[in-house]
Structure formats: C-alpha cells, structure tokens
Nanobody
Framework: QAQLVESGGGLVQAGDSLRLSCQTSGLAVTSNAMGWFRQAPGKEREFVACISWSGGRTAYAESVKGRFTISRDTVKNMVYLQMSSLQPEDTAVYYC????????????????????????WGQGTLVTVSA
C-alpha cells in the first residue's frame, strides 16, 4: 500500500526558511504527479505546489510563487518543498499528495478541493510561523 510521510515542520520566525520532505513508499515519484497542500486552522485545505510525473512541469499557488520551490529526488523517491521568506499566514499543516494523473493533480490547483480525487495523502506536518 502506498504511503507518504512528511517531515521537516516546526516553529520558525517570519522571514525564515524551512524545507519539508515527503518520503514515499509503495509508489514512484517518476510515475506520479506529486503535490503539496496546506490547511490553516479553521480553513479549507488549499493547493500549494505540484510537480508532474515527468518532473518537467511545476505549478505554484500565487501566494507562494517566488518563495516556495517544489523538487524531487528520483533516487531517494522523495519530494521536497523549500520554503523561504515565511510569513505568519503560511502557518498550516502541510500535506504531501500523490496521484497517477497529472491532469487530476493540476485540477487540484483550484478551490474548492475534492480531496477524494487524490490517490494518496500523507498525514501532514505542522509549520508555525511566528511574527
């Protein structure tokens, strides 16, 4: 059974950087579109970034464009989210997601999200940014 495990969350100050990691098992990042989503307290889950199964395409939410970078390691079968210039509004639980379809992942850029469309979700890692 495919699983995703996120790590790297924590408490940081505004302006700091942080890198989240997503360890996959039971699936290959070269066969799946991978994405990062986040859910702030009291809010709906929202799209953050995604990368295609080929690695040739990426997409970002407008709110993180220029500050966050999604990448992957095809040898380690991991996905990363490098976050810089963090702000308090970035505080959220960050989730890693995988889907065999680029098309499905790309549709997840728009709200409201149908979480059931995604094949696999991780359990999330909390990022807290203090002012």
């Amino acid at each position: 059974q495919a699983q995703l495990v996120e790590s790297g969350g924590g408490l940081v100050q505004a302006g700091d950087s942080l890198r989240l990691s997503c360890q996959t098992s039971g699936l290959a990042v070269t066969s799946n579109a991978m994405g990062w989503f986040r859910q702030a307290p009291g809010k709906e889950r929202e799209f953050v970034a995604c990368i295609s199964w080929s690695g040739g395409r990426t997409a970002y939410a407008e709110s993180v464009k220029g500050r966050f970078t999604i990448s992957r390691d095809t040898v380690k079968n991991m996905v990363y989210l490098q976050m810089s210039s963090l702000q308090p509004e970035d505080t959220a639980v960050y989730y890693c997601a995988a889907d065999q379809s680029d098309a499905v992942m790309w549709t997840m850029r728009s709200s409201p999200l149908d979480l059931r469309r995604i094949d696999v979700w991780g359990q999330g890692t909390l990022v807290t940014v203090s002012a």
